[in-house]
T-cell receptor, first 112, second 109 residues
Framework: ETGVTQTPRHLVMGMTNKKSLKCEQHLGHNAMYWYKQSAKKPLELMFVYSLEERVENNSVPSRLSPECPNSSHLFLHLHTLQPEDSALYLCASSQEAWTSLHFGNGTRLTVT | KNEVEQSPQNLTAQEGEFITINCSYS?????LHWLQQHPGGGIVSLFMLSSGKKKHGRLIATINIQEKHSSLHITASHPRDSAVYIC???????????FGQGTRLTINP
């Protein structure tokens, strides 16, 4: 398996649920990113990890918290979400921070 | 006003037409990315460039640093080129990309 893989592809959850989004990259990259894409808005950067260290935290509410246990895996832990958190969440990786990005297919999250 | 502006926002064309999508930015940049997002949501990085021109198959990206402008061209367009094309700039000295709002391209057979 190659590239950037995100699971699940779709997720529907209530506001009181706890779930996690998973991202895995098999490209040997050192940087990983979480982006949020809401309807009719540009991509919004949420977090950047470089060599497993968080180097960017873009004022994201604490109800969405990242975890990067190693350079190949990135998680986004979700709890007590709000309807405005419904969006497409995209994971990306790059060899070094801000070089050519490789994106996963995204997880479409719906908060009910 | 967004630091990165794309035009047009929507573009519909017939198969075979030459397509141009424009991206203007207001700050000095280190690099500019062109991305392609298909209806399923997945994003593919097409180009990263900091000067001149790059070509890959039927896709050509150009950048004019002095004019703070980049274009993405598609020759002999095909319905499978239908997607949202996103321009993203990396401001000089900054640590994050600034994204345009995307251009939705539809190529009809």
């Amino acid at each position: 398996e190659t590239g950037v893989t995100q699971t699940p592809r779709h997720l529907v959850m209530g506001m009181t649920n706890k779930k996690s989004l998973k991202c895995e990259q098999h490209l040997g990259h050192n940087a990983m990113y979480w982006y949020k894409q809401s309807a009719k808005k540009p991509l919004e950067l949420m977090f950047v990890y470089s060599l497993e260290e968080r180097v960017e935290n873009n004022s994201v509410p604490s109800r969405l918290s990242p975890e990067c246990p190693n350079s190949s895996h990135l998680f986004l832990h979700l709890h007590t979400l709000q309807p405005e958190d419904s969006a497409l969440y995209l994971c990306a990786s790059s060899q070094e921070a801000w070089t050519s990005l490789h994106f996963g297919n995204g997880t479409r999250l719906t908060v009910t | 006003k967004n630091e990165v502006e794309q035009s047009p926002q929507n573009l519909t064309a017939q198969e075979g037409e030459f397509i141009t999508i424009n991206c203007s930015y207001s700050v000095g940049i280190s690099a500019l990315h062109w991305l392609q997002q298909h209806p399923g949501g997945g994003i593919v990085s097409l180009f990263m460039l900091s000067s001149g021109k790059k070509k890959h198959g039927r896709l050509i990206a150009t950048i004019n640093i002095q004019e703070k402008h980049s274009s993405l061209h598609i020759t002999a367009s095909h319905p499978r080129d239908s997607a949202v094309y996103i321009c993203a700039a990396l401001p000089r000295g900054a640590q994050k990309l600034v994204f345009g709002q995307g251009t939705r391209l539809t190529i009809n057979p």
